[in-house]
């Protein structure tokens, strides 16, 4: 089993910045592409911005400029960086990893609970 725990969402004002954290834990052999997805009320979930074991990173062209992903191989955590915040930010952010568990090598893909980000007008 393969944990993802988030925190850090919250309720800013437009313009506003968070930063969400989230930290993998269980039986981790290694972890390739650790991302943030995003589901608004009455959408599909959503690409946020993904990054590689290596560091490469691939962002939703809504989120360019603004956000920023980064990871923490050692302690097995990827950070979203959010700055000037819109509205349209407003969603429930997830964190997903993929990669292998052990002690049997055997690949994994897991999901965060979700936390509530909400930027106000």
């Given amino acids: 089993q393969v944990q993802l725990v988030e925190s850090g ?5 437009a313009g506003g910045s968070l930063r969400l954290s989230c930290a993998a834990s269980g039986s981790i052999f290694s972890i390739n592409a650790m991302g943030w997805y995003r589901q608004a ?6 690409l946020v911005a993904v990054i590689s074991s290596g560091g490469s990173t691939n ?24 700055n000037s915040l819109k509205p ?31 930027v106000s007008s």
Avoid: H
């Fill in 88 to 118: 349209e930010d407003t969603a429930v952010y997830y964190c997903n990893a993929q990669g292998y568990r052990r002690p049997v090598v055997t690949r994994f893909d897991s999901w965060g609970q979700g936390t509530q980000v909400t």
């Fill in 41 to 46: 009320p009455g959408k599909q979930r959503e």
């Fill in 59 to 82: 962002y939703a062209d809504s989120v360019k400029g603004r956000f920023t992903i980064s990871r923490d191989n050692v302690n097995n955590t990827v950070y979203l960086q959010m």
């Fill in 9 to 13: 969402g919250g309720l800013v004002q």
